[in-house]
């Protein structure tokens, strides 16, 4: 490390005053001319040596993390920001110069400023014998504790001394588990028993159309839906059933938090498709919202099955099914609607909406939903929990789509402290694009997901052409589809609103729905 400190100064230097200081981009420019080693040894050894480069820009990255919340505070302060309210969107910063979530970038925060007190675990960072990921569990093992029995510990540790050399996560966590607790037992004790505040169910998508749905529960709660689901399927195992002891598990347990057999339950399932990949058996994948992208063949079979769980199970038979919902039955079986949203040709933009009124009507809400996906801060892929006026309504911004964008509850309080701005971007032939600044003066780009059937880069190539070329849906005779009905043509609700009088690609939004329910807006 102390060679490449000289190799940069040295960079810093040349052709330069003496005074010159070096930069991080000398040491970029240094690490890219380094040549790939000609033997193994050699290339092990840039292994390691590449590694130890890893570990000594994240700890100077959380130097500089320091010192801009420390700077950001002082702003804040001669602003007359209240006290308790200086630091608000230093986080946020920090995570938008990391490309990383605002989550994310909470937690690098407050790594950075705990690591102040902690300097011999910060040697060890600095130096590469911890990297970020195992320096993050030496700090989280000791955040319940006071910055004097913080310190206590870093000292017992040393880890600079090389006390981790070979050791794996379980065995820093357990080391430093044990040094907090013989500093002050009460608070670890303390801790403990405030982790069941921190009790939730997440889900994150899988490969392959799946989902891990995961439960964080105290221990006795967790061990006791285990032993349930383990017996329950040992029951039916016993009983002659085929299914694996996993797959009657999960069966189980989605029938028994849905209350329904099957687990469809009456929560809107919104699924996003182009026209041809479900009337014409084209391959274009489709998305569902709260997932993300699914094989067209998954998509058709998912929308059959849906639509033969109605009365009768017969499957929808005509097209008027695409502007009306089936009647529920008596025994609130599902229904299936299918929606049409159009796109404008190239970029797959959503045709715009707008609204006089203060708050998003259902109507909207719903098209920037589905337009947006996930909150529309780069880097931060949390669920939509606010439909947010980029321009605030207060600075008389309109309540439209264009106006409109789906943000999660922390990017919005984020946003809506001092020093930030936005504003939606007119781009010829680009999606829906919205520029963030922030309080230091930089700026970040966030554009609308490409909606099936799009190309990721918009309606442009390199070349200036369309990125993706697709017969307009008036130059096909569509077959019979799967579910049994014809595309219907004419000009259908939202057609006229495309700019100009181009031709559009429809993009179809089937909405399905268990229980009684009303039609959607």
Not at 30 to 37: C, D, E, N, T, Y
Not at 126 to 145: A, D, F, H, K
Not at 259 to 281: A, C, P, W, Y
Not at 398 to 411: H, R, W, Y
Request: charged residues 25%; hydrophobic residues 40%.
């Amino acid at each position: 490390m102390e060679a490449f400190g000289a190799a940069v100064e040295g960079a810093g230097h040349r052709g330069a005053s003496p005074a010159a200081t070096p930069t991080v981009a000398d040491a970029l420019r240094i690490l890219a001319a380094v040549p790939v080693a000609s033997d193994g040894a050699g290339m092990v050894d840039q292994l390691r040596h590449f590694e130890d480069v890893k570990a000594l820009a994240a700890a100077r990255q959380s130097e500089v993390t320091v010192a801009f919340d420390l700077q950001q505070r002082r702003e804040q302060a001669a602003a007359g920001v209240p006290a308790k309210e200086q630091g608000a969107g230093v986080g946020a910063q920090v995570a938008l110069a990391r490309r990383e979530s605002p989550a994310r970038g909470g937690r690098l925060l407050g790594l950075a400023k705990a690591l102040t007190g902690m300097p011999r675990t910060y040697a060890a960072f600095r130096s590469g014998q911890l990297n970020e990921w195992r320096t993050t569990l030496i700090v989280r093992e000791t955040v319940c504790l006071s910055v004097e029995d913080r310190a206590g510990v870093d000292e017992e540790l040393a880890a600079d001394t090389g006390t981790f050399d070979g050791a794996g996560d379980r065995a820093i966590i357990s080391a430093v588990k044990a040094a907090a607790y013989r500093r002050d037992p009460r608070s670890v004790a303390k801790r403990a028993s405030h982790a069941v505040n921190e009790r939730t169910v997440s889900m994150r998508p899988a490969p392959d159309t799946m989902a891990r749905v995961t439960a964080l529960l105290p221990v006795a709660q967790g061990v006791a839906v285990y032993a349930a689901l383990s017996k329950e399927a040992d029951t039916l195992r016993a009983a002659g059933d085929e299914r694996g002891k996993g797959q009657i598990m999960a069966d189980t347990l989605v029938e028994r938090a849905t209350g329904i057999e099957g687990g469809v339950s009456s929560i809107e399932i919104q699924l996003v498709m182009t026209d041809r990949t479900l009337l014409q058996g084209d391959s274009e994948p489709a998305r569902l919202t709260g997932y993300g992208t699914v094989p067209a063949e998954w998509a058709r079979k998912a929308l059959q099955s849906w639509a033969s769980e109605r009365a009768g199970k017969q499957p929808l038979a005509s097209a008027a099914a695409l502007e009306a919902p089936a009647k529920d039955s008596v025994e609130h079986e599902p229904a299936v609607w299918l929606r049409r949203l159009y796109t404008a040709p190239g970029t797959g933009e959503l045709v715009a909406m707008d609204s006089r009124a203060r708050l998003f009507p259902p109507g909207l809400r719903r098209f920037i939903q589905v337009r947006d996906d996930v909150c529309r801060t780069p880097y931060c892929d949390a669920p939509i929990r606010h439909d947010d006026h980029i321009i605030p309504w207060h600075k008389d911004g309109p309540t439209s789509a264009g106006n409109g964008q789906g943000l999660c509850e922390a990017c919005n309080h984020t946003k809506e402290t001092p020093g930030w701005s936005a504003r939606p971007l007119s781009i010829p032939g680009a999606r829906h694009t919205v520029r963030l600044k922030t309080p230091t003066g930089h700026t970040y780009t966030s554009t609308s997901p490409a909606l099936p059937g799009t190309s990721l880069a918009g309606a442009k190539g390199g070349d200036g052409t369309e990125a993706r070329k697709t017969p307009p849906p008036s130059t096909v005779t569509p077959p019979v589809n799967p579910l049994g009905a014809r595309r219907r043509a004419g000009r259908g609700p939202g057609r006229g609103a495309a700019s100009g009088n181009s031709p559009v690609r429809n993009s179809i939004q089937v909405l399905g729905r268990a229980g009684p329910a009303q039609p959607p807006q």
